[in-house]
């Protein structure tokens, strides 16, 4: 028996499992599928999206200065500068605000807001944008980080599926970090599985990225460089289609609106694309529950931003496992 069994190794289920683990908690992690995650297709940015939890704010912060203080190509984190742009004349996100609604703020310094005309010929159409620092990370290459440095903690991982969380599981604790796996799980019928499709490009010399502002549930367009050599192109919010595999079409779409905003993608070479299902639901589900007998604590549902919550949402769920383990 081990002190607690995290189920799933997306960006949440190892987060948890390696902050367990440098506490000195004895963790195994087991996962349906290691690598194909919905984690593994992120872009990824970090963002507080997803605002619907009253704790994001501050799980965003925690994880914000956690992936800058990983920033290196070890982890494959780095932070570059760019623009965050609405279609729309909207307000300035609540993140990018200081304590009196105005443009500033601790957690990310050094914004620039632009409107209108003035945002410059790579943003036609949109009607207002903000300039600032992010971090952007490179998914393959930290998921495998991650991986390693669970191990280095004395974590585990195995590759095993698990049928309900009433079966007779190791774990003194059971953390849950299955993502849309939860909807058969737990079962919790208000999680939706909904597909993002992105495609990675050779970088033409861009070294800032594009975020199009927007709701969380449409297609939005942006442009991650992660490195010199690649350039993430996003993405799709597809909530009926279950298909697994990039589709042909569809990456044309993306590549055409990423190329609307920076033309010099248009002949850019195309290195891989990837496919994900984000865990939909009204909000993120981080609490204790006793399933037959044992302490379950769910940690999923993080929707569009899971890789953002990741190490605020670790720690939470970190204190409730070592305070039931006593
Ligand atoms: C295209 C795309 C772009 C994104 N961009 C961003 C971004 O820029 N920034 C950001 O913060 N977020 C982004 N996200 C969202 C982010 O990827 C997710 O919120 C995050 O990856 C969720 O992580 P997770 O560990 O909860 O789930 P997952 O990564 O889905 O992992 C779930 C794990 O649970 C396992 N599992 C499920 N069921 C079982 C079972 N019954 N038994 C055993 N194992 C099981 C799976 O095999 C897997 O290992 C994006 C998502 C997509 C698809």
């Known amino acids: 028996m081990v002190d607690a069994l995290v189920i799933g190794a997306g960006v949440c289920g190892l987060t948890t499992a ?9 963790v195994v992690v087991w996962a349906r599928e290691p ?23 501050r799980w965003s912060a925690v994880t914000r200065r956690a992936l800058l203080d990983l920033e ?10 760019g623009l965050e742009a609405s279609r729309d004349k909207v307000d300035l996100p609540d993140f990018l605000r200081d304590e009196t609604g105005e443009i500033g703020s601790v957690l990310v310094p050094d914004i620039e807001r632009f409107d ?10 949109f009607a207002v944008a903000w300039r600032y620092a992010a971090p952007l990370i ?3 290459v930290y998921l495998a980080f991650l991986r390693q440095r669970l191990v280095a903690a004395g974590g585990r991982l195995e ?7 009433q079966d007779d599981l190791p774990g003194r604790v059971v953390v849950n970090c299955s993502g849309a796996g939860a909807h058969d799980l737990v079962p919790d019928p208000s999680v939706e599985a909904v597909r993002g499709q ?13 975020a199009e502002h927007g709701g969380h549930e449409v297609n939005l367009t942006y442009i991650f460089p992660m490195n010199a050599e690649q350039v993430v192109l996003g993405s799709t919010f597809e909530r009926h289609n279950r298909c697994p595999e990039p589709d042909r079409d569809i990456r044309q779409g993306i590549i055409d609106r990423c190329v609307s905003i920076y033309p010099q993608l248009v002949a850019a070479h195309v290195l891989d694309e990837r496919v994900g299902f ?47 383990l006593g």
């Open 18 to 26: 390696v902050v367990l683990a440098e506490q000195g908690v004895d």
């Open 35 to 57: 690598e194909r995650t919905a984690s593994w297709a992120a872009g990824a940015i970090w963002g507080p999206i997803d605002s619907r939890h009253p704790e994001v704010p």
């Open 72 to 81: 290196g190509p070890e982890a494959g984190i780095w932070q570059l500068y």
């Open 116 to 125: 209108g005309a003035s945002t410059g010929p790579c943003l036609k159409g």
């Open 138 to 140: 490179n998914m393959p």
């Open 159 to 165: 590759v095993r599926p698990v049928g309900r969380l």
């Open 198 to 210: 992105l495609v990675v490009v050779e970088n033409p010399g861009i070294g800032e990225f594009f």
């Open 278 to 324: 984000r865990c939909i639901r009204d909000r993120v589900r981080l609490e204790h529950e006793r399933i037959a007998g044992r302490d379950v604590i769910h940690n999923y549902g993080h929707g569009s931003g899971g890789v953002s919550l990741s190490w605020g949402c670790a720690a939470d769920v970190a204190d409730h496992v070592r305070a039931l």
